[in-house]
């Protein structure tokens, strides 16, 4: 089994910054891509970003591209958004998930997921 706990989430005003973290446990976290959705209010969840298991290769909805960045630790067991440049639209609860396929976009096609991390932006 593999846990997933996020952190990082608050209230932001428009144009600041936040950092989410996902630390994960209970298997080897190397073995997994990472990707970071959202879901907001009467909304579906939606992507946001991915990274490989090797963090090499990453990809990000339009919506972000240029704001946010993915990275990850496998010595720490870790995976990081950095968000800059935060618009209202962007409030969401954020939540990481854990994939044993290629970068992937598709939330069916992760297998585990943390609890969420709530991010707010005043206009």
């Known amino acids: 089994q593999v846990q997933l706990v996020e952190s990082g989430g608050g209230l932001v005003q428009a144009g600041g910054s936040l950092r989410l973290s996902c630390v994960v446990s209970?298997?080897?976290?190397?073995?997994?891509?990472m990707g970071w959705f959202r879901q907001a209010p009467g909304k579906e969840r939606e992507f946001v970003a991915a990274?490989?298991?090797?963090?090499?290769?990453?990809s990000y909805a339009d919506s972000v591209k240029g704001r946010f960045t993915i990275s990850r630790d496998n010595a720490k067991n870790t995976v990081s958004l950095q968000m800059n440049s935060l618009k209202p639209e962007d409030t969401a609860n954020y939540y990481c998930?854990?994939?044993?396929?290629?970068?992937?976009?598709?939330?069916?096609?992760?297998?585990?997921w943390g609890q969420g991390t709530q991010v707010t932006v005043s206009s």
């Open positions: 998930a854990a994939t044993t396929r290629a970068l992937t976009g598709l939330d069916s096609e992760y297998d585990y």
């Open positions: 990274i490989t298991s090797s963090g090499r290769s990453t």
């Open positions: 209970g298997r080897t976290f190397s073995w997994y891509g």
